[in-house]
């Protein structure tokens, strides 16, 4: 027969993820009055992009299929 028995819990330490919370700045001044943050730039590029490559991609195979039914 096996002993049953129970084995001494570890002491933890706080979660270095429960900390408090860092407070939110909110910008003054010319840059609060921006249409999106400045910061946004490398997201709404990004976003152009693959929308003109969709485009480009779209008439590409439109002309391909275009001058291939003739």
Same mark, same amino acid.
């Given at each position: 027969m096996s002993?049953?028995?129970?084995?001494?819990t570890v002491e933890l330490k706080p979660s270095r993820i429960r900390r408090e919370p860092r407070g939110v700045e909110v910008p003054t001044g010319p840059? @609060?009055? &921006?249409?999106?943050?400045p910061g946004e730039w490398e997201?709404?590029?990004?976003i152009v992009g693959v929308i @003109?490559? &969709?485009?480009?991609?779209?008439a590409l195979s439109i002309g391909i299929g275009e001058v291939?039914?003739?």
């Open positions: 002993k049953s028995s129970k084995k001494p840059a @609060a009055k &921006a249409w999106f943050d997201s709404w590029i990004v @003109a490559f &969709a485009i480009g991609l779209t291939t039914s003739h």
